[in-house]
C-alpha cells in the first residue's frame, strides 16, 4: 500500500479497533485465541487493526517480555489472509526515541503501514524534544498521531505543539484521546490553520465517540472558513461489540453526509458513553479498563479469562455486576449472536 492509498483509505473513514492480547492461564499468549481476536475484527469489518497500543498491554514493549514482535507478526499474518480489501496497519510505537525509531523499524519490516506514535516517555521534554522525537520515527514510518490523555498516562500537549507536529511531513493521521474537548479543538484547530487535507483525524475520545462522528468543527483561517471533521474511529472501545459498533460508524457517516442528523443518534451517543464508563471503569481512574474490555470478550467465548501480563489488573469492585447491566440495558449495541455463529470458525 503506499502513502497516497494509505491517507485516502484513512480520511474515506475506516474503524480500527485497538487489539487486545490474549492470554493463558498461565499469562502466557494464547497464540489459538489471539488469531481468533484478529479474524472477529476483520469479519466484523474492521477497515485495520492497531496492535500493540494500551490495549494490547503496554508491558508487551519491554524486551523482557518479549512479545511485541510475536503479536505484531500474528496479527500481520491474519491481515494477509484478508483479501476481499485493503487493511490498515497500524502498529504501536512507544518508548524514548532510540527504543521507538527501533520499534518502528520492526513494524515497517513486518509489513505495518504506519505507527501509532505514544509520547508517554518523552514527559518533561521539551516542546522542540519531543518533535524531534516525531520527526525521527517519521523518517521509518508513516506516523499517527496520538494526543493520550494524562489519565491514561498521557502528556499535555498544547495547541503550539500540534501547530508544529502538523508540519511533519510523514504524518498521515491524529487519533485524539485528550477526553476533553478543549484539548480536541486544539488539535483540530491546529490542522485547520495547516492548510493540509492529507491528515485524517480518528477520534479515540471514549467519552463521546458517536458526537466525535457527527461533528464538524468550523475555524476563520485567513478570513475564510475552514471545515474538519473526524474521518472514523481508533478505539480500544471498538475491540468489543465490534460488528454493531462498524454499524453505528456507518450510519454515522451516512447520517453526516446526507442529513439531518437524527436525535437516536445523540441518544446513541449516551448510550455508548455509559457503555465505555462501565468497561473502561472511568469510576476507579480506568484502572479496571483492560479487563473490563477481556470480560466481554470472555464472555462471548473468543477469550478463556481476563488474565493480564500484571497480576495486579483485575476487575474493579462492582465492574462485573455493571457489565451486567450493560448487556441488559444495551442488548442493541452487543454483537453476541454475530460472535456466536462464527466462533468455531476463528478457533478453528
Not at 55 to 60: D, E, L, W, Y
Not at 313 to 326: A, N
Request: charged share 25%; net charge negative.
Amino acid at each position: 500500500m503506499t502513502t497516497e492509498e494509505l491517507r485516502n483509505i484513512l480520511l474515506d473513514g475506516i474503524a480500527i479497533p485497538a487489539h487486545p492480547m490474549a492470554l493463558d492461564t498461565n499469562r502466557k499468549l494464547d497464540e489459538r485465541r489471539q488469531r481468533a481476536l484478529s479474524r472477529y475484527y476483520l469479519a466484523a469489518g474492521a477497515g485495520g487493526l492497531a496492535v500493540g497500543v494500551h490495549t494490547t498491554q503496554f508491558a508487551i514493549h519491554d524486551s523482557s517480555v518479549g512479545l511485541y514482535e510475536p503479536v505484531l507478526a500474528i496479527a500481520a499474518e491474519e491481515m494477509d489472509r484478508a483479501t476481499d480489501r485493503p487493511i490498515v496497519r497500524v502498529a504501536g510505537i512507544i518508548g524514548k526515541t532510540q527504543q521507538a525509531v527501533r520499534e518502528a523499524e520492526l513494524a515497517r519490516d513486518l509489513g505495518y503501514h504506519t505507527g501509532l506514535l505514544g509520547l508517554a516517555a518523552m514527559k518533561g521534554s521539551s516542546e522542540n524534544e519531543i518533535i524531534a522525537h516525531c520527526r525521527a520515527v517519521a523518517e521509518v514510518i508513516p506516523v499517527f498521531g496520538f494526543y493520550l490523555q494524562e489519565g491514561a498516562g498521557g502528556v499535555d500537549l498544547p495547541y503550539s505543539f500540534w501547530k508544529k507536529f502538523v508540519e511533519i511531513e510523514n504524518v498521515i493521521a491524529i487519533k485524539i484521546a485528550a477526553f476533553d474537548r478543549y484539548k480536541t479543538i486544539d488539535v483540530v484547530r491546529a490542522l485547520a490553520e495547516s492548510g493540509r487535507e492529507d491528515i485524517a483525524l480518528y477520534t479515540g475520545n471514549d467519552d463521546n465517540i458517536v458526537q466525535d462522528l457527527m461533528t464538524t468543527y468550523r475555524f476563520m483561517v485567513n478570513g475564510n472558513p475552514v471545515e474538519k471533521q473526524f474521518s472514523g474511529g481508533l478505539l480500544g472501545h471498538w475491540a468489543v461489540w465490534t460488528e454493531k459498533s462498524i454499524e453505528l460508524l456507518q450510519q454515522a457517516k451516512q447520517e453526516k453526509e446526507n442529513g439531518p442528523i437524527s436525535p437516536e443518534m445523540m441518544i446513541c451517543n449516551n448510550e455508548v458513553t455509559d457503555c465505555n464508563a462501565v468497561l473502561f471503569d472511568a469510576p476507579n481512574q480506568f484502572r479496571g479498563c483492560i479487563p473490563g474490555l477481556l470480560e466481554v470478550l470472555r464472555r462471548q467465548g473468543l477469550l478463556e479469562g481476563i488474565w493480564c501480563l500484571d497480576e495486579n489488573e483485575v476487575l474493579s469492585p462492582g465492574q462485573f455486576g455493571e457489565i451486567d447491566r450493560l448487556y441488559q440495558d444495551y442488548a442493541h449495541l452487543a454483537d453476541d449472536e454475530f460472535v456466536k455463529e462464527n466462533l468455531d470458525a476463528w478457533l478453528a
